[in-house]
């Protein structure tokens, strides 16, 4: 867990000094080490960490080294797996092993894709917030999990990027980055609705608070009666029987989690009236807070339900970003709070449940057991 947070501090520090410095070869310079330190971590690790990478991670890659063509390769996964692995994930994997075996290599090809989608979006929004808390900010909430959650994390940070295009008012661009999210994972097909839905929240600019009610009575009655909707669909025909497995499952939902978005939602409360006069795209957060909030309460039924939480979070991370530079002179006491409860729940997390197998740390590379 301490080498994991050296490397954040490092990254964060080279990043913040970045994009102080005027020297363009400095600037370079240093986020190269930014971006490096994370993708050599996550490139050095022993198979062993995340636990994702185990499950399907070396047999895709390694089935990908016995196959001469992806069609080849794409059938045998078919009958590898109960589950079907996504196409673009599958390319990535057989693309990779036309000109290497190791899969370290993979690895460092994997976050060196994943951690440059990052640094663009960090980039792209460097007129709205701090770059530097950005990319911390994503650390702690999610750079273990994309060690684990391989074909998500694509999907996870490829919406990650795409969403400056819901927010310009460019669809095309923003469905194609979708279409690729998908391909990566199909729990990306979430991310069809999130135009829409910004649509929809600019229309009712002026009755958001209607809105916002609505969402949490809607949110609240789909908890209560998660289960029951369930077993009618499945018992109905609508929906496949193995569904039913997705309520009979016992999962645990990290409360740390819950009280982030409780505490987002109510720093945004207390300063709602001057932010929504200065930058009307915050209304998003009167929306995805609760329909958040609702998905990891789901969680203790399903995994499912806290890995589409992933998605909303990335814009909650964007979106709070924004909110609090508006607060101009207690913005930096707001991100201090936010930057030590996410410190604090990383701490937590990585103690209690092993941060998804990404804790402890081993790497034969550095020679870290």
Known sequence: MILYLLVFLFSTLCTYLAFKTKDKVSASILLVFA???PVVLAGCRNDSVGTDVLLYGTKTFYNATQSNTFLQYYTNQLYSFSNEIEVLYLLLNF?????????????FIVHFILMTLVYLT?????????PHLFILIFFLLYFNESLCFLRQAFSVVLFLYSYKYVLT???FKYYIFVLLAI???????LLVVIYPLQLLINSQEKHIFRLQIIV??????LYNFYAYLVVF?????????????????DFKTHKTDVIFCILIYFLLFLKRSKIFAIDNSVNILRIYLPICLLFILMGSFTDVATRVADYLYMVIIIVTCIFIKHLK???????SFIIVFLLINYIYLSLQYNHAGTIPYTSSLLNIK
Do not use: C, E, W
Request: proline fraction near 3%.
């Open 169 to 171: 008012n460019k669809p």
């Open 233 to 249: 669909m499945t018992s109905s025909g609508i929906l496949s029987v193995k569904y039913n497995a997705y309520i009979m499952q």
């Open 183 to 189: 391909g990566f994972h199909n729990s990306a097909l």
């Open 95 to 107: 693309v990779v092993t036309r000109f290497t075996n190791d899969f370290n290599i993979y690895l």
């Open 216 to 221: 949490i009575l809607v949110s609240i009655v």
């Open 35 to 37: 971006f490096l330190a």
């Open 329 to 335: 002179f207690s913005h930096i006491l707001i991100y």
């Open 122 to 130: 960090a980039y792209d929004y460097r007129d709205s917030f701090p």
